[in-house]
């Protein structure tokens, strides 16, 4: 495949170029043929079919894959094989909308607690919100469930967030998203921009659902504990980077403006007050300015959008050269984005295109192996492998 460069709109030195690769559609998937890179060539295989709407996926230590489905199930891979039956023990979902099953998480002492993690919109009486809860996940069954965050939000079926993640010290990082508030007349108003509901923020815990005493809140009468930043849109993708700790996030914007960003505590993202989007429709703005005094810039923007999603940080040996770059999955784009972090591991360098046509793709999880896992709306389960 050829490469070709596009320029777009540098901010703040912090985008310096982006080179597009493989920008035809790919159509029929080509099994095993092989699509070029910047830094690699590599192949892709399908994993599993025959799944609707595949959200998230992880591995267990004996070489399972779990994935969740977004109506509400959560099924097995077992040795190359998508087991017919769903996992029986899962809550049961708003799938309806935004909403549904997300994402999927093992314990970080799952070998020991065999505690699983899942966040999905709960449906309440009037109303649905984010919640994550864990389980025993035994003999292919959830058993023991029990609550660990019910988010306080307010609005309609979508931008539930739904992202979680274990980082180095422990702490698991939740996202919400701010449920679709309109952003209109006094931005600084929205729920977004409101320490006392969890709308638009991002939550760090204890691995039980406790507060953590050194959350950048805590004490104060006017925000909720848990919230360790806030001023987000919608971040649907979350990891953690393998060297220095830093929590990133993307966050899926509007006609324009999805961010990476990495999140700080007590830190102030935004939304809907700057950033770099427009309003859909007639394409209106949205926000006051793209700056605002004592309010974050992202490390990385999207415009036009790409729809951000699921979010890895690559560690693995099969591909050298993309250790410590993040890899952002596009849903409008239907796209694998390639971001290059300068030398500190803080900044984007330069964004390649990596799959163009691939279909919505959902997540992007690093394999025990070291493959770079992709799942997609319509193709399913599909991995990239080095070209032989």
Request: no cysteine; aromatic share 8%; charged share 20%.
């Amino acid at each position: 495949m050829t490469m070709r460069q596009r320029s777009i709109r540098p901010f703040a030195g912090l985008v310096l170029a982006t080179a597009i690769a493989g920008l035809a559609p790919l159509g029929a998937l080509a099994q095993g043929d092989s699509y070029s890179s910047a830094a690699h060539d590599f192949e892709i295989t399908t994993v599993a079919e025959g799944l609707e709407v595949p959200w998230s996926m992880t591995w267990l230590p004996n070489g399972d894959m779990l994935v969740t489905e977004r109506p509400g199930r959560l099924r097995i891979v077992r040795n190359g094989t998508l087991l017919a039956a769903p996992v029986e023990g899962v809550p049961e979902v708003h799938a309806v909308g935004q909403g549904g099953l997300f994402d999927v998480l093992p314990h970080p002492d799952f070998e020991s607690n065999n505690l699983v993690y899942l966040s999905f919109s709960k449906p309440l009486p009037d109303e649905s919100t984010t919640t994550v809860i864990r389980g025993t996940f035994e003999n292919d069954r959830l058993s023991n469930v029990e609550t660990i965050f019910q988010a306080d939000t307010m609005g309609r079926n979508g931008h539930y967030g739904g992202r979680i993640a274990f980082d180095n010290d422990g702490y698991l990082f939740i996202t919400i998203g701010d449920r679709q508030a309109s952003p209109s007349g006094d931005l600084q108003a929205h729920p977004a921009q409101d320490l006392a509901n969890h709308s638009g923020t991002v939550i760090r815990l204890h691995d039980d659902g406790r507060v953590p005493s050194d959350n950048p809140f805590v004490g104060r009468r006017d925000a909720l504990p848990e919230i360790y930043s806030y001023g987000h849109r919608n971040p649907q993708g979350i990891d953690i980077h393998p060297v220095t700790g830093d929590v990133w996030t993307d966050e899926h914007g509007p006609q324009g403006g999805d961010e990476l960003n990495i999140e700080e505590a007590g830190k102030n993202y935004g939304w809907p007050v700057i950033g770099y989007g427009v309003n859909y429709g007639p394409g209106l703005p949205i926000h006051s300015s793209q700056q605002g005094e004592g309010m974050e810039q992202p490390r990385h923007f999207w415009v036009p959008s790409i729809a951000t999603a699921g979010l890895m940080i690559y560690s693995g040996d099969l591909f050298p050269n993309w250790q410590g770059d993040i890899f952002v999955g596009g849903l409008r784009g239907q796209q694998l984005a390639r971001v290059d972090l300068n030398n500190e591991g803080t900044m984007a360098m330069m964004e390649e295109t990596l799959l163009n046509g691939i279909g919505r793709i959902r997540d992007i999880h690093q394999g025990p192996e070291g493959a770079i896992y992709i799942a997609t709306e319509n193709r399913g389960i599909l991995r990239l492998t080095p070209s032989n």
